[in-house]
């Protein structure tokens, strides 16, 4: 049975964000579904054949948000596995936020006792949807990697643990630094196959090349101290929240040291049980 997150909550409380983090979680999300679609939405995702385990329904403010209480007791009555989660923050912070993104409270007027004044309404409309969640979780100290942490220990705890996908780019410096780059590790202090006549026409993915770089003497001392720190940062990336990982490994062309370091990253990752992908930015030029 799809197992279903109901989420809710105050307008600038986090809604959009909280959605962002279950889909990058892998959670099939809809967000700003109308109330009267949630039971056939569930109905669909457990239908024979659906694919969808996970599936996160996200409930904005709207003139009928007394449905959403009977709509969740229906879908629990009819067996479904529902949690709902409540987001809340104070009423100066959501004051705060809205001034901020310059955007209108959906039902506030042209000012900030307007904005005041449709939070408060806001806030006693959702009061009895707010008893009935299974998580409240406020966010008015919270910042979006927070919020992202928070939802990770509740509805993927496996994540810290496991930490997140993680990627092996290798690049070539003189082409310029990947932009989706979350780490950079510079491999020009290795001595370059470039210079060796036998071997420059070659790749890091062809044998004699690999043989060159890893017969280095530092070779194995930096793929030592690199994997050490990956098992360090793995999960606290997982704490918080993040799914990918992205390791850039340059030289000066990204056609030997790097691609030879990347793979090796990577084998070593595989040893570990974790499964990465590896993705050479330069010989796809070719």
Known sequence: MTEILVITGLSGA??????????????????????????????????????????????????HTDDVTAVVSRLRSAGN??????????????????????????????????????????????????????????????????????????????????????????FGFKHGLPLDADMVLDCRFLPNPYWVDRLRDRTGLEPDVREYVMHQAVTEEFLDRTMELLGVLMPAYGAEGRAYLTVAVGCTGGQHRSVVVAEELARRMRHRGVVPTVAHRELSRS
């Open 14 to 63: 986090g809604r959009s964000q909280s959605a962002d983090a279950l889909e990058d979680l892998g959670w099939f999300v809809i967000d700003n579904l109308p109330t009267e679609l949630m039971e056939k939405v569930a109905e669909l995702a457990n239908a024979p054949g659906s694919k969808i385990d996970r599936l996160a329904l996200v409930v904005g403010t709207g003139p």
């Open 81 to 170: 596995s529902l949690r709902l989660l409540f987001l809340d923050a104070s009423d100066a912070m959501l004051v705060q936020r809205y001034g901020a993104s310059r955007r209108r409270h959906p039902l506030a007027g042209d000012d900030d006792a307007g904005t005041l004044e449709a939070i408060g309404r806001e806030r006693r409309r959702l009061e009895t949807l707010k008893n009935e969640a299974d998580l409240v979780v406020d966010t008015t100290n919270l910042s979006i990697h927070q919020l992202k942490s928070r939802l990770v220990e509740v509805f993927a705890p496996d994540q810290v643990a496991r930490g997140p996908q993680v990627r092996f780019l290798s």
